[in-house]
């Protein structure tokens, strides 16, 4: 084993360009670590669940998925056909949206990529909150509508740039819920803005389907608004399954043309079975019963309730993402570890994944926590907090 290691690094050549290269991007490795905001990856060997399984009536449905379906196609589906499960899956979202039609992708960062390009040209415009999540950034990027930031959940300023251009199509682009703050869009107010300007609007659900709202339909639902947002863009890899996959849901003619026109999804394999049967699975839980979903927020309400009253200050409005500010990306990082040590797994949050000088640790509640292991982790937050001088 050891002869084939070094005969396999021989294989490399140490050209100039190569070791120029190298030393420019370990001069940036060495200043993101200088700064506290290198990320390492934690491994872990047992599915994701509170104690890190997962639902085993969800993993069941996969496995037998696997058996009939096999591990996937090896093409995209205009090539190698479409499995009538996918079929199944995307009229089951539409359904779960009270929407026309659906198209799958393999993730809601291909979803973002594929819509605006196929859907937007030079004579149309598109209008981004400046906090959107990076995968509608990069798919704004690629379409050649004009584009116009707002500033986070400001109206006014919305309002200024809607009546600012006589465009053809007027996109609002928005996520429902901000990952990193787990603050709210204020639908009531861009649905009015986009009526009174003849606006499309467009919401990206990644971190509210499945949990958010009195059903888990999202964001829409949390204002009392369902069906009212013309494009959604969700995922199947956080609350539906937890694997992968991601997908748009609206009028039948714009999912009609996504099939023609976006490239993620014309160039990009179709979504394994299991994945497909795990998120079917789910939808139909979803469907059945608002149990999960009243689980999850009243399990919101204790961690945020007994962080609060411990002198914590956590980000965000009665959602399961529960960001607990810190400030410093060293502190965060430390945090994190000392955490870890206590059994509790959680991640520091820093720069450039947040702006500077709002580091956190992310905290993300489930429907799978029970109440003794909340009140375990706010003890051991505490503990910590204590410790490197957080709260007193």
Not at 122 to 139: K, M, R, T
Not at 141 to 148: E, F, G
Not at 355 to 365: M, N, S, W, Y
């Amino acid at each position: 084993m050891e002869k084939q290691s070094q005969k396999h690094q021989l294989m490399f050549t140490a050209t100039a360009g190569n070791n120029k290269l190298r030393q420019i991007i370990q001069h940036q490795l060495d200043d993101i670590r200088e700064a506290g905001t290198y990320k390492s990856e934690r491994i872990i060997t047992t599915p994701q669940a509170t104690a890190i399984g997962a639902n085993d009536e969800v993993i069941n449905y996969g496995k037998k998925a696997l058996d009939e379906y096999g591990a996937g196609l090896s093409s995209v589906r205009f090539i190698c056909g479409t499995q009538d499960i996918h079929k199944q899956l995307e009229d089951k979202l539409s359904k779960f949206h009270e929407r026309e039609d659906t198209i799958l992708y393999a993730s809601c960062f291909d979803a973002n990529a594929g819509i605006f390009e196929a859907v937007l040209t030079p004579e149309d415009a598109v209008f981004s909150d400046e906090l959107n999540h990076a995968s509608i950034i990069d798919g704004i990027r690629l379409c050649k509508a004009k584009k116009a930031r707002y500033l986070h959940r400001n109206m006014a300023d919305l309002e200024d740039k809607l009546r600012s251009t006589d465009a053809r199509i007027k996109m609002i682009v928005t996520d429902g819920v901000f990952s990193m703050d787990g603050n709210v869009a204020p639908l009531p107010e861009i649905f009015e803005l986009a009526d009174r300007y003849g606006a499309v609007t467009f919401v990206d659900d990644c971190h509210a389907t499945g949990f958010f709202g009195r059903t888990g339909r999202g964001t829409e639902e949390f204002y009392g608004m369902l069906g009212r947002c013309d494009i959604i863009n969700s995922t199947l890899g956080k609350a539906l399954g937890g694997a992968a996959g991601g997908y748009t849901t609206g009028p039948r003619e714009l999912v009609d043309l996504l099939r023609q026109k976006s490239r993620p999804y014309l160039f990009s394999n179709s979504l394994p079975p299991p994945v497909v049967a795990s998120a079917s699975k789910v939808i139909d839980m979803l469907m059945e019963s608002s149990e999960l979903t009243a689980k999850v927020q009243s399990n919101t309400r204790r961690f945020r309730e007994a962080m609060t009253k411990a002198g914590f200050t956590i980000s965000g409005m009665d959602h399961p993402i529960s960001p607990v500010m810190l400030g410093d990306a060293r502190l965060a990082s430390n945090f994190a570890d000392e955490m870890l040590k206590r059994g509790i797994y959680v991640i520091g949050f820093s720069y450039p994944v947040v702006p500077k000088g709002k580091a956190r640790i992310r905290v993300q509640l489930s429907a799978a926590h029970s109440e003794e292991e909340i009140d375990r982790a706010v003890a051991a937050f505490i503990e910590v907090g204590k410790k490197l001088g957080v709260v007193s």
